[in-house]
């Protein structure tokens, strides 16, 4: 009975000392949003209240399974909305975390242009969501981030899509980085059209010799899509060098109005 009572204080005053060990922790070193630094408290994991709350509104939302823009189930036909009908897409699927906007969109731009790559964790868990709930997980033999080209990828010190394809968790399907980027193109936000984007990245990709494609399901990742004109000429290139099937995994799609 003694050593009951005895443990029962000692995992009493064990508490009493995280809490206020946690409480010194959060004088000293306050937690703050990873996002827009507001201050938070611990519970808010990583997040201020309206950043998750930008995040909630930004995903969730039905999408064409096809191009990832925002589109009612009820207006798909045969798995595509009308916008898709009349293009010519070589990738088989896409799946998203979001659209965007709001956090998600800040969040973004920070990890892919100013050096957050501790933002990993929190779009880890986004694009994981997305995955998931694809329709095609278990199809993915290879996840193939999309890549930069060297100057750039030495300009910036990382590929953003591929710490995003770090972070994915599959039972199979490993990381291939046989796709290679041949050509530096210009920035695609520069682009005016969709017509100029394609223009702008046609050619730019290549597989390596002795690639592993032939007949395999791969896995795009990339952070952004805005017209597909990248994921496309991707997609392209994958099937030209014998992939069976190419999809898609972004964390936003952006250029909602964009037709």
């Not at 041949?182 to 017509?195: C, Y």
């Not at 991707?234 to 972004?250: D, I, P």
Request: aromatic letters at 8%; a positive charge.
């Amino acid at each position: 009975m003694g050593t009951v009572r005895a443990k029962g204080v000692s995992g009493r005053l064990k508490k009493a000392g995280e809490l206020a060990l946690g409480g010194l922790n959060h004088l000293l070193w306050p937690a703050v949003c990873i996002n827009c630094k507001r201050s938070i408290c611990e519970r808010d994991r990583s997040l201020c209240k309206e950043c998750w709350g930008q995040l909630l509104a930004c995903t969730g939302a039905d999408y064409c399974p096809s191009c990832g823009r925002d589109v009612s189930r009820y207006a798909l036909v045969e798995g595509m909305c009308a916008d898709c009908q009349d293009r010519k897409i070589h990738f088989d699927g896409i799946a998203r975390s979001g659209f965007y906007s709001g956090s998600l969109q800040r969040m973004i731009l920070t990890f892919k242009y100013y050096g957050r790559t501790e933002l990993d964790s929190t779009l880890g868990f986004l694009v994981n969501s997305a995955l998931g709930g694809s329709g095609f997980i278990d199809e993915i033999e290879f996840f193939v981030p999309v890549p930069l080209h060297w100057s750039r990828r030495f300009a910036r010190g990382y590929n953003q899509s591929m710490i995003l394809a770090k972070r994915l968790k599959h039972p199979r399907a490993k990381i291939n980085t046989e796709l290679v980027r041949v050509r530096r193109t210009k920035s695609q936000p520069l682009m005016a059209t969709p017509a100029a984007r394609a223009r702008n990245v046609a050619g730019a990709f290549a597989v390596r010799r002795g690639h592993r494609f032939a007949g395999r399901s791969i896995c795009l990742v990339d952070d952004i899509k805005t017209t597909g004109a990248t994921l496309n000429e991707c997609a392209k290139t994958l099937k030209e060098a014998g992939a069976a099937k190419v999809f898609a995994l972004v964390l936003a799609v952006a250029g909602q109005d964009i037709s």
